[in-house]
């Protein structure tokens, strides 16, 4: 499985995103795939999940609302979108696909290479 991760760049306060992860290999929708975001300096934080069939997220603390994932399994892809940036929400996203629903990444058997996102004021 190989994950690839596009769609980040500079944004203004308030404005939004809408990040892009593609997925190959076998069997997509058996995977449950994740965002999660590192900022420098700090670790890597848990932003959303989704499970394989799109019917379940979930999201860290405090992001939901900002932040949607949805996922297309005809299409091998999973999306999130972030509205309201705010410059704490500088990262880079990174994307991952595993087998078990979970805020740890440790959990995750794959991951994309990751998009930074800048939000400035």
């Known amino acids: 499985v190989q994950l690839q991760a596009s769609g980040g760049g500079l944004v203004q306060v308030g404005g939004s995103l809408r990040l892009s992860c593609a997925v190959s290999?076998?069997?997509?929708?058996?995977?449950?795939v994740g965002w999660f975001r590192q900022a420098p300096g700090k670790e890597r934080d848990f932003v959303a999940t989704?499970?394989?069939?799109?019917?379940?997220?979930y999201y860290g603390d405090s992001l939901k609302g900002r932040f949607t994932i949805s996922r297309d399994n005809a299409k091998n892809t999973v999306w999130l979108q972030i509205n309201s940036l705010k410059p704490e929400d500088t990262s880079v996203y990174y994307c991952a696909a595993g087998k078990k629903n979970t805020s740890d990444c440790r959990q995750y058997d794959y991951w994309g290479q990751g998009t930074l996102v800048t939000v400035s004021s």
């Open positions: 989704v499970t394989g069939t799109g019917a379940g997220t």
């Open positions: 290999g076998e069997a997509f929708s058996t995977y449950v």
